[in-house]
């Protein structure tokens, strides 16, 4: 085999095994990413009556002793080409405020799948995925959700991070906690990706935190931007909305898979000729 024509051959199999084995990582955010027009579904539910949140700049997350709340997310994924393998995927929060009448102690939040995505931002409620004239009640009241455990942090509502017990005093000096991935969440990712549907998840407290008799309340910031604030609540930027990020491969296109070919059959072909 002419030389050249072997270099040749080696630069494509190098180059096609490298886009084959490349990833990629995208986030999911409202107004900013994968652009500034995407939108996500981002709200929370309570269970004092048939009320919808919609958009909010904080959402409530736990329990005040009497009434429990748990917060919904839902990302359209399809930015990731079809047919792509996931291979991690988490979601990003950031603490709103610290809540200083809650319970001095770790508590779990778990995220659970939720497998039916037939409901809105602007119509969901503890008892119902829709109101109105539409209304239609969940089979269990506090959405319908997958029990296995996708994600989880243990947190202390009155620690914004590590020990301290104070806010930052901007939005600059963010504070974020993550939910990692795991086998199922990537599994939950995947499906909603190949079954082109949303994923939805709930952020809820573990069932001994949602059962305690006393307040355990996680504020965090949600989807909307605030323009003041007071105390030690800091104002709400759009940066500190929920993100969720996946890192994923590609598959190559069939050109790739084509060029491979060809040089891995060169090289086949000069190992043979070679023999003979």
Known sequence: MNTHLKIVFTIVLLWGWGVMASADTVQFQEDISPDTSYQCLATYIRDTG???????????????????????????????PAGSIINSVTVTVSPRHVDT??????FTINVHEVPNHDYTESSVTWLNRYMGDDETAWTNPGVDYDSAVLSSLTLNPLHWVDGAANPPTAPADDVTHVFASSSAFVAAAQDALD????????LKLSPDGEASSTRVLF??????????ASGTQRKTVQAQAPILT???????EPATW?????????????????KA
Request: hydrophobic share 30%; with cysteine; proline share 5%.
């Open 246 to 252: 996946i890192d994923y491969t590609p598959v190559p």
């Open 258 to 274: 084509l060029l491979c070919s060809v040089a891995a059959l060169g090289w086949l072909g000069y190992g043979i000729r070679k």
């Open 50 to 80: 048939d009320e919808n949140k919609g958009e909010n700049t904080t959402w409530q997350l736990g329990t005040t002793g009497t009434s429990i709340m748990r917060c919904l997310l839902g990302y359209d994924i399809s930015d990731i």
């Open 219 to 228: 504020p965090f910031a949600g989807d909307e931007p605030q323009t003041s």
């Open 195 to 202: 079954n082109n549907h949303r994923l939805d998840v709930l």
């Open 101 to 106: 009448s809650s319970t001095d102690a770790d």
